[in-house]
T-cell receptor, first 110, second 112 residues
Framework: KNEVEQSPQNLTAQEGEFITINCSYSVGISALHWLQQHPGGGIVSLFMLSSGKKKHGRLIATINIQEKHSSLHITASHPRDSAVYICAVRKGGSNYKLTFGKGTLLTVNP | EPEVTQTPSHQVTQMGQEVILRCVPISNHLYFYWYRQILGQKVEFLVSFYNNEISEKSEIFDDQFSVERPDGSNFTLKIRSTKLEDSAMYFC??????????FGQGTRLTVV
């Protein structure tokens, strides 16, 4: 069983829609990351969370440690938001390595 | 903004050949990583490096793989004798102490 599960696997939206991507994990963690991967492959860090909520522009990330669940929200979605969004967790310990989910492919149509 | 730099962006090699993938992590970071992503699959951890030694490695990181930080700035991944199944995107990442991870743009390795 994967330690990090994301849903949905694929998501298609119309420009302007509010988008939610979910991540559940089954292990104890010290932090959770949301990452963005564009076609061509580069990975960009969006958020690192250990509790509560963070906001950056139109992106909002929340985490519920007790429920082992995190969500990434995109408000007023735009075609340039089309990418793979990846949830990755950092387990306890000093290594800081990440365990990745499979990613959610988001397509925003104009 | 600081960035992690990887070279080359794309490497094609013949099966059985040695390849070296290069990375320049962010200068004041302490922890360095190699991850790989086989086409269509999730990103997988290969190895972490701290204080000039391997701190953890995955089952994938067998004797064919090695890492080095030869000069205090570069961080390299060597695959001694490449196999077809080594074809993947390889990502270098670095992080400070309890900070977010910064990833390079990746090296696409194609073994033919």
């Amino acid at each position: 069983k994967n330690e990090v599960e994301q849903s949905p696997q694929n998501l298609t939206a119309q420009e302007g829609e509010f988008i939610t991507i979910n991540c559940s994990y089954s292990v104890g963690i010290s932090a959770l990351h949301w990452l963005q991967q564009h076609p061509g492959g580069g990975i960009v860090s969006l958020f690192m969370l250990s509790s509560g909520k963070k906001k950056h522009g139109r992106l909002i990330a929340t985490i519920n440690i007790q429920e082992k669940h995190s969500s990434l929200h995109i408000t007023a979605s735009h075609p340039r938001d089309s990418a793979v969004y990846i949830c990755a967790v950092r387990k306890g310990g000093s290594n800081y390595k990440l365990t990745f989910g499979k990613g959610t492919l988001l397509t925003v149509n104009p | 903004e600081p960035e992690v730099t990887q070279t080359p962006s794309h490497q094609v090699t013949q099966m059985g050949q040695e390849v070296i993938l290069r990375c320049v992590p962010i200068s004041n970071h302490l922890y360095f990583y190699w991850y790989r992503q086989i086409l269509g699959q999730k990103v997988e951890f290969l190895v972490s490096f701290y204080n000039n030694e391997i701190s953890e490695k995955s089952e994938i990181f067998d004797d064919q793989f090695s890492v080095e930080r030869p000069d205090g700035s570069n961080f390299t991944l060597k695959i001694r004798s490449t196999k077809l199944e080594d074809s993947a995107m390889y990502f270098c990442a670095s992080t400070g102490d309890d900070t977010e991870a910064f990833f390079g743009q990746g090296t696409r390795l194609t073994v033919v």
